[in-house]
């Protein structure tokens, strides 16, 4: 694989990074312990990502997870808009092993809202380890706001990656 294919960037710059927990702090959603907000290149398998466990961030980038996660690899790999974490399918050890990585960072139950453009998505990423999360029935209770959430995520995270969008 080339170096420049299959990468993934952190967004830490400090402004991005404090409007993006302002705004999720004001949310205030019961049950939800993480949000993610990135920005994906289908075409030549990048990603930017801003997390709200940054330490969940800074292990995702030092261990190289990327190319291997299983999350990551279902929103590349699928023209779906909507998934839960618990239709994925880990399928080697590896996965298995970053699924697990995050459990132990508090984010075990979640699912995935996608705003797909033709060479660009944005990927909205809500989890919790609150064990009885149902994710699909948050979803269905709750989609106009969460679209919401996604489009004023996105203005959050546009100046990090507007180089990349094509139009």
Known sequence: MKEEENCYK????????????????ALGIK???????GFQDPIHQKSFALMSNVDWQKTFKAQEFAPYDPIRKAAFG???RFFTFDQINCCDNLGKEIMR?????????????MDRHLGH??????????TRFDAFDFYMR?????????????????????NYIIT
């Not at 049950?31 to 907000?37: G, H, M, Q």
């Not at 998505?121 to 609150?130: G, K, V």
């Not at 709750?142 to 507007?162: A, G, N, R």
């Open 101 to 113: 990585q995050r459990k132990k960072h508090g984010i075990s139950q979640g699912l995935v809202i």
């Open 31 to 37: 049950n939800l312990d993480y949000f993610a907000i």
């Open 142 to 162: 709750h989609t106009e706001s969460l679209m919401l959430i996604l489009d004023d995520l996105k203005k959050i995270i546009q100046p990090e990656v507007k």
């Open 10 to 25: 952190p967004v830490f710059n400090h402004n991005h990074r404090q409007a993006f927990q302002d705004y999720i702090n």
């Open 78 to 80: 699928s023209s779906r």
């Open 121 to 130: 998505n944005y990927m909205l990423t809500l989890a919790t380890d609150y």
